[in-house]
């Protein structure tokens, strides 16, 4: 889960204590012969340059090819933020995924992070979908383009979230959108037999998401998706949903639910 700590930034060993893989200095054994090799450290540094700190860091499980698995880097700009109105201060974040093995490009995706229940959340639309950059070539330069166009974009994010906060949803609405988010999680089969009260997944947990607006019941419903925060039932026996831990899944579902929420407005 993307649950981040607000204030306080990683230091180098916090990071490689966390995902060691990110400061792999060569790449895994089967690569191919034209693939060039860019530490993700690398990235780190080049993005400390720009302003960009490290908040958190994760790697995917590995029994094979370890220290060359995919691996997640969240970046935040202590200068960067959105102040809303409403008290609802949220943190723009860049979320990086590389690996080691010759599998996987730079890939650079947008983030928000809420002060308010220090939430991680990824943004879904068309303006901001997945910037990558190839490991032949890599420059700095290359890179602080490649920022400054996502940091350019945020004025929509900003819109987006204003859009949400303006459109109420009646109860039935709400209702309608928890039944949806829960695909973004659940096959068809097993939606056929969980039974789930919708009217919990709603329910506000702080009183700062009380409001019946797109924003706040999309914020409580991801909320409780992402962290399992919620029961159902198989037969007569009441299970409690697993958190996500896996980033990829993370991501997926945060960009689903957003586009969902979106969708509404």
């Known amino acids: 889960m993307?649950?981040?700590d607000n204030e306080n930034f990683l230091s180098t060993e916090q990071i490689r204590e966390k995902a060691a893989s990110i400061f792999t200095e060569a790449p895994a054994g089967n690569v191919s012969k034209h693939y060039t090799h860019i530490p993700t450290s690398t990235i780190l540094e080049d993005m400390d340059k720009l302003g960009w700190?490290?908040?958190d860091v994760q790697q995917v499980k590995a029994r094979k090819g370890i220290g060359f698995q995919k691996h997640l880097v969240v970046f935040r700009n202590p200068d960067v933020v959105i102040d809303g109105d409403d008290g609802d201060t949220?943190?723009?974040q860049i979320l990086l995924t590389n690996s080691h093995d010759g599998k996987n490009a730079f890939t650079f995706t947008a983030g928000l992070f809420r002060m308010?229940?220090?939430n991680g959340l990824v943004v879904s639309t068309e303006e901001f979908e997945n910037v990558k950059m190839r490991h032949m070539g890599y420059?700095?330069?290359d890179l602080q383009v490649k920022i400054k166009e996502m940091v350019e974009l945020l004025p929509l994010t900003v819109e987006s979230m204003n859009k949400m906060k303006s459109t109420s949803l009646s109860e039935k609405d709400a209702l309608k959108f928890a039944?949806?988010?829960?695909?973004t999680r659940f096959d068809k089969n097993q939606l056929k037999v969980f039974k789930i009260n919708l009217k919990d997944l709603i329910k506000p947990t702080r009183t700062e998401d009380a409001g019946g607006d797109v924003w706040s019941v999309f914020n409580v419903v991801q909320e409780k998706i992402i962290s399992g925060d919620f029961t159902y039932r198989i037969g007569g026996k009441e299970r409690k949903a697993r958190e996500i831990k896996n980033f990829n899944?993370?991501?997926k579902v945060?960009?689903?639910?957003f586009a969902m929420a979106s969708e509404l407005v």
Not at 179 to 183: N, S
């Open 90 to 92: 949220v943190f723009p």
């Open 139 to 141: 420059t700095f330069q």
């Open 53 to 55: 700190k490290v908040s």
């Open 116 to 118: 308010v229940c220090a």
């Open 249 to 251: 899944q993370d991501i």
């Open 2 to 4: 993307l649950n981040l």
């Open 179 to 183: 039944k949806l988010a829960l695909t």
């Open 254 to 257: 945060n960009k689903e639910l």
